[in-house]
Structures are given as structure tokens and as C-alpha cells.
């Protein structure tokens, strides 16, 4: 089945500066990767996702590249806030439906 | 409009006893998936729902957990006899029907944390 790695683990970073987080995915048949975040208490929450057929996309201070051929993709957070600190889930669809979540990144941000 | 429900938010019961996990999904979502987050680690999917047929159940664990969604509305996810590894957060999520490419959101609840000790 598929198998999704994601890195850091954790990740602190100064207010303003920019967050970089790495995902690698195994099944080639996988065409949708979205992005997730959660905050304490609450249940993941969709925030960016990306399609196989499109190499990046941007929604404000949050960007998502994906690299089919090395089954990389990775989430970009630039000018990072307090209220960004988070726990942030990567995944992907392979199967029907059915998506597979990596093991998340918990970010902080430092004011 | 309501989100995805899930109650209880936290559980603690002990080895061998019954849990049962409610969610409700949005009104209208056709679609209905049970998630579990084993302490840092994945969070890894149980089940899928399609009104009140199992789509996909090939990530239960064991026998010992039974989902229904009887009425194509609320589910239910119960664990029977509990064991200490089924702790974690257990996540529900809905989504509409599938439509076009099949590109869709998933709305996650909250999770309910059980404690088996």
C-alpha cells in the first residue's frame, strides 16, 4: 500500500521566517496531495491540497510544490505568525478515496 | 452550518471493557470515514462509508471493532474487548458525494481520545 514519509518532526521557527516541510509518497498511482493542519483540540483541517497534474500552487503566505517524477512534495510557509504554530499533516490519494496521512510536523513559532 | 461531531471528546476505560464512538457528519455527506492516530504517528484510515454500506474497511485493525452507520446518517465505532493499543484519537470526517474527478474535502470532527488502561 502506500506509505507516506514526512520531515521534521518538529520544526521551531522565528516569527517572519519561512517554514519548509518535506513529504515523500511510494505509490506512482497517487494523484491528489493534500495539506493539513491541526490545532490543539481540533480535528485536521484542509488548508492547501495540489493534483497530479499541476507542479505548484500558491495561496497567499502558503505554497505547495510537487515533483512527480521523485515522488516529492513539500509545503512552504513564508512570514510565519504565532497563529501558524500547528501540528501539519501531509498526505495522499492513491486508491479510491481512501487517503494515506503522513506522521505530521509540529511547528512553532517563535514571537 | 454544524461541523462533524464526535462525542465523547476523551474516554478512559479499562482493558477488556466496551467503548462505543459516536460521529455525526455534516447533513448531506453521503461520504464517512473513521481515522485513528496512534500516539505520534499517523493517522491511519479504518473506514469508509457510503451512506450506510462500507466502502472500504480494509484498515480495521482486528475483529474487535465494529463500525455501523445505520440510516446512512450518524456512525458508530465501537471496540469490544478493548485492548491498551487501541488508545489514540479516533477521527471522523465526512465529505460530499463523489462528483466529477472525485476531487473532494474531507471535513474532519475533533476526535475522541481514548485511554485503555
Known amino acids: 500500500g502506500e506509505n507516506v514519509e514526512q520531515h521534521p518532526s518538529t520544526l521551531s521557527v522565528q516569527e517572519g521566517d519561512s517554514a519548509v516541510i518535506k513529504c515523500t509518497y511510494s505509490?506512482?498511482?497517487?494523484?491528489?496531495f493534500p495539506w493539513y493542519k491541526q490545532e490543539l483540540g481540533k480535528g485536521p483541517q484542509l488548508i492547501i491540497d495540489?493534483?497530479?497534474?499541476?507542479g505548484e500552487k500558491k495561496d497567499q503566505r502558503i505554497a505547495v510544490t510537487l515533483n512527480k517524477t521523485a515522488k516529492h512534495f513539500s509545503l512552504h510557509i513564508t512570514e510565519t505568525q504565532p497563529e501558524d504554530s500547528a501540528v501539519y499533516f501531509c498526505?495522499?490519494?492513491?486508491?479510491?478515496?481512501?487517503?494515506?496521512f503522513g506522521t505530521g510536523t509540529k511547528l512553532q513559532v517563535i514571537p | 452550518e454544524a461541523g462533524v461531531t464526535q462525542f465523547p471528546s476523551h474516554s478512559v476505560i479499562e482493558k477488556g471493557q466496551t467503548v462505543t464512538l459516536r460521529c455525526d457528519p455534516i447533513s448531506g455527506h453521503d461520504n464517512l470515514y473513521w481515522y485513528r492516530r496512534v500516539m505520534g504517528k499517523e493517522i491511519k484510515f479504518l473506514l469508509h462509508?457510503?451512506?450506510?454500506?462500507?466502502?472500504?474497511e480494509s484498515g480495521m485493525p482486528n475483529n474487535r471493532f465494529l463500525a455501523e452507520r445505520t440510516g446512512g446518517t450518524y456512525s458508530t465505532l465501537k471496540v469490544q474487548p478493548a485492548e491498551l493499543e487501541d488508545s489514540g484519537v479516533y477521527f471522523c470526517?465526512?465529505?460530499?458525494?463523489?462528483?466529477?474527478?472525485?476531487?473532494?474535502?474531507?471535513?474532519f470532527g475533533p476526535g475522541t481520545r481514548l485511554t485503555v488502561t
Open positions: 505509490d506512482s498511482a497517487s494523484n491528489y
Open positions: 470526517a465526512s465529505s460530499q458525494a463523489l462528483t466529477g474527478t472525485g476531487f473532494y474535502e474531507q471535513y
Open positions: 495540489i493534483r497530479s497534474n499541476v
Open positions: 462509508f457510503v451512506k450506510e454500506s462500507k466502502q472500504d
Open positions: 498526505a495522499s490519494r492513491g486508491g479510491y478515496q481512501k487517503v494515506t
